[in-house]
């Protein structure tokens, strides 16, 4: 009888590899059996963390000899099991978190795909630069945002953190390793491709000399659509390059933070455009001290997040859809800080993005946070208001509860990203099922 574990196991002792069973504690990020959203459990069958390049490569040609599924774990920030694998084999990428070259002349940096964005933070912050984009979470790995989108402070001007890719190395399941650009089609659907044509492995990125201190100031608006009126205003004149909002349900008031990399925000002319209710006095806002604050109590929690990508200017009518299912479910009260909402340039460079707007669309993220035994209450309300959002236009971030639908979200570019999946993972070994569902 075969013993695909055991052969698995020799072969790693022979390569020196690292071979673990799973440690199902319940403890995140250690159990490789939950992800950060604690919504559903897949118990692998062994966990492998390559030391470098070379030995993923072997590791990934190895996989593809067999018949075991096997998936990518970057940071496992995911909340629908997208880094979990049923009696398979998990790859571990954190030991692949080299930060490669820097070259600040030609605003990039390289670095393997299992870094964590803190890492090229802390890299470049003392030359005066940052990655292009970063989103709000600094402890998830690059590769592991690259596979979903990456939506940041910076969005209403720069777009999405996989924008900003200029080189990609990846290992397709046949263990090749490719280099690609972005006019290369694995390039385009491996960027918010959730981990389906193999590992990103090293990643080239745009960087921009830039501040990470900021005057900033607190605006408020009565409604969506009076925010969205001056956020559009804010992205059209670049009048602030931070914009973080949240909206409060069931009223629907926006509370948002706007500033600029620079020590004072005088003279302010723009201001004068925009028609909020409140404005407050200018702060002196320290990113790198708000993004590097250590993990809080509610990353013990449950989080069976759904986050929700309408086009505009037609997603507002969808949002008087949404808004009062959401409310009524009780998600409201379980993010009491309120939902963040970001405009992003959409302009479908990237086949994948999760952007279904021509040239804007809004994010709606629903992060509610509970006890592990509410999961299941919360789950079929929020499933239905995926499934209604979706009807209604919406594409939903891939880092969410999964949903299925990906034929309805994406037209044909689901068929094209399906036969490019088949060309590189004929087996379909690699994170099965999402293409087929
Ligand atoms: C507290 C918190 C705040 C967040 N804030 C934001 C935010 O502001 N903006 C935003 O956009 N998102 C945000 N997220 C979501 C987060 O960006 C995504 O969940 C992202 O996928 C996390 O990266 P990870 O390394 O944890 O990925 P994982 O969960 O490990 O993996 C995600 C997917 O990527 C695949 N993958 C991972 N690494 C690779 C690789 N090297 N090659 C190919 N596929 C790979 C996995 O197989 C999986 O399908 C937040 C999440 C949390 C928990």
């Known amino acids: 009888m075969s013993d695909p574990i055991g052969e698995l196991a020799r072969f790693a002792a022979d390569e020196g590899l690292e071979l673990r069973e799973p440690e199902t504690t319940g403890d995140f990020p250690s159990d490789p059996s939950i992800d950060y959203g604690r919504v559903v459990r897949r118990v692998p069958r062994a966990v492998a963390r390559p030391r470098d390049q070379a030995q993923l ?39 692949l978190a080299r930060i490669v070259d820097d070259d600040p002349a030609g605003e990039t940096v390289t670095c393997e795909a299992g870094a964590f964005w803190l890492a090229l933070v802390e890299q470049l912050r003392p030359q005066g630069r940052r990655p292009r984009a970063l989103t709000a979470n600094l402890r998830s790995s690059v590769g592991g945002t690259l596979a979903v989108g990456g939506f940041g402070d910076a969005s209403h001007l720069d777009g999405l953190q996989i924008d900003h890719v200029r080189r990609l190395v990846l290992v397709t399941p046949d263990g090749v390793r490719r280099e690609l650009g972005p006019a290369d089609p694995l390039f385009r659907y491996t960027l918010a491709g959730r981990g389906q044509l193999g590992v990103m492995t090293e990643v080239t990125l745009a960087t921009v000399t830039r501040p990470m201190v900021l005057a900033a100031r607190q605006l408020r608006w009565g409604s ?22 949240r909206i409060a349900l069931p009223g629907g008031g926006i509370s948002a933070w706007v500033g600029r990399s620079q020590e004072d925000l005088a003279p302010e002319p723009g201001l004068a455009l925009l028609r909020p209710s409140f404005v407050s006095p200018q702060e002196r806002l320290d990113l790198h001290e708000l993004l590097t604050r250590p993990p809080t109590e509610a990353w013990r929690k449950a989080c069976p997040a759904l986050e929700i990508v309408l086009p505009l200017p037609e997603g507002v009518t969808a949002w008087q859809t949404l808004a009062p299912l959401i409310a009524d479910a009780g998600i409201p009260e379980r993010q009491p800080l309120g939902h963040a909402v970001m405009v992003v340039r ?18 709606i993220a629903l992060r509610p946070e509970m006890a592990s035994g509410e999961v299941a209450a919360f789950l079929p309300p929020l499933e239905a208001i995926g499934q209604r959002a979706i009807a209604l236009g919406a594409r939903i ?30 087996k379909g070994l690699l994170a099965p099922g999402l293409l087929t569902r």
């Open 346 to 363: 959409g302009d479908r460079r990237l086949p994948l993005a999760p952007l279904p707007g021509g040239t804007s669309s809004l994010m």
């Open 57 to 95: 490569v072997a590791l990934v040609r190895r996989l593809g000899e067999g018949d075991l599924p096997w998936v990518v774990r970057g940071a496992g920030h995911s909340s629908g099991g997208q880094s979990l694998v049923e009696g398979g084999v998990v790859v571990d990428l954190g030991g």
């Open 224 to 245: 969506l659509g009076e925010y969205l009126r001056d956020a559009a205003v804010i992205a059209t004149y670049g009048l602030y390059d931070f914009l973080r909002a």
């Open 397 to 426: 971030y891939l880092m969410s509860i999964e949903l299925g639908g990906l034929a309805t979200q994406l037209g044909v570019e689901h068929a094209r990203w399906r036969a490019l999946k088949a060309e590189v993972d004929p």
